[in-house]
């Protein structure tokens, strides 16, 4: 509700939930003037306080040792409080412990999300999310502390009621409750797939440059082990699955041994599926058909690399090498053939 003070006409808002019975005390931020309110209709109902009079301090013990004398101002300690007024009187100890936990933790507090900051849930009620916005408003409100405190103290609660009152803004409506909590998760699952495909791109990368520098120098199987690690981490990606399976050949032919023909099929087969238009792959399947020594089974590769590139010159000589080195096959005789063969016979 809005009460207005009647000395001053100073006018602000106070929350009725923190009243108790029909009147309640209030007291003007302003001039400090002290009246009755009516919790219903919010009318002053009790003579102000003259302004000017003091407002009562919670009585505090002096330090223990050697009081100093009145009007003696004491200087700073080493922990940075201010500890004086006059008389030897200190700053309530809540107050003190307040600065402490805004000096320790207070760029802690600034970056902390809503949540946090409150320390409530998605599934919290309204009413435990506004108790917890006006606990933390009231502990960190600067007008208790009228002065009692630095310029830089009082900025840095001025600055963290501002971040309490954004958090409050953000999470007092369980619709906007929710919401909040669903994109603050989907931001946090999305970094972290970011992170794991950053770190898996970053090894994908080394591990090619070390497979195309070990194949390239002839160190097939270096490249083989290399190029199966490329594998693991892209699968979806149709080059390594050609490489794999060159380096094999290489690797036989290097060696002098026969390579492992259903293992390179399989490779290259693979990459056929993920790249179906490569000509690289077509034309290693045909090469290795012809190395296995079945021509045949290689020409419909040449023929569709042909096709989608009729001026390649590999496979155009691959089908000529293959037509000029076919031999016609005579043509099988007849029973009834070899029967008059054999019956002529002298």
Not at 197 to 214: F, M, N, P, W, Y
Not at 226 to 240: K, T, V
Not at 329 to 337: L, M
Request: hydrophobic fraction near 35%.
């Amino acid at each position: 509700m809005w009460i207005v003070c009647p000395s001053c006409q100073n006018r602000y808002q106070v929350e009725p939930a923190a009243a108790r019975g029909n009147t309640f005390r209030a007291r003007c931020s302003r001039c400090e003037s002290r009246f009755d309110v009516d919790i219903d209709t919010g009318a002053v109902v009790g003579a102000a306080t003259p302004p000017g009079v003091p407002t009562p301090r919670p009585p505090t013990r002096a330090p223990s040792g050697n009081t100093p004398p009145s009007g003696t101002v004491i200087p700073p300690n080493s922990s940075g409080v201010r500890a004086t007024t006059t008389g030897g009187s200190r700053r309530p100890a809540e107050l003190e412990e307040i600065l402490r936990e805004i000096d320790d933790r207070y760029d802690e507090l600034m970056k902390r999300e809503p949540f946090a900051l409150l320390g409530v849930h998605v599934e919290s009620t309204n009413q435990e999310v506004m108790d917890a916005y006006f606990r933390l408003a009231e502990r960190y409100r600067t007008s208790r502390w009228v002065g009692q405190l630095t310029d830089d103290e009082s900025h840095k609660m001025w600055q963290l009621t501002l971040r309490i009152d954004e958090a409050f803004n953000e999470l007092g409506d369980v619709e906007r409750r929710r919401r909040s909590h669903q994109m603050r998760t989907a931001a946090a699952e999305r970094k972290v797939k970011t992170e794991v495909v950053t770190g898996a791109r970053a090894a994908l990368i080394k591990e090619q440059l070390d497979a195309d520098q070990a194949y390239d120098t002839g160190h097939f199987e270096d490249a083989r082990s290399a190029y199966q690690r490329c594998i693991a981490l892209a699968p979806e990606r149709g080059f390594f699955h050609l490489r794999l399976g060159q380096t094999m050949m290489k690797a036989a032919v290097a060696t002098t041994r026969q390579p492992d023909w259903l293992a390179v099929e399989r490779s290259l087969e693979k990459a056929t599926q993920l790249d179906p238009d490569n000509l690289e792959v077509l034309m290693a399947l045909g090469e290795m058909w012809n190395s296995r020594g079945q021509p045949s089974r290689a020409m419909p590769y040449f023929k569709r690399v042909r096709d989608l590139e009729p001026g390649h010159g590999g496979a155009n000589a691959a089908i000529e090498s293959y037509l000029s080195g076919k031999q016609a096959v005579p043509a099988r005789r007849t029973t009834t053939e070899r029967l008059f063969k054999f019956l002529k016979r002298e």
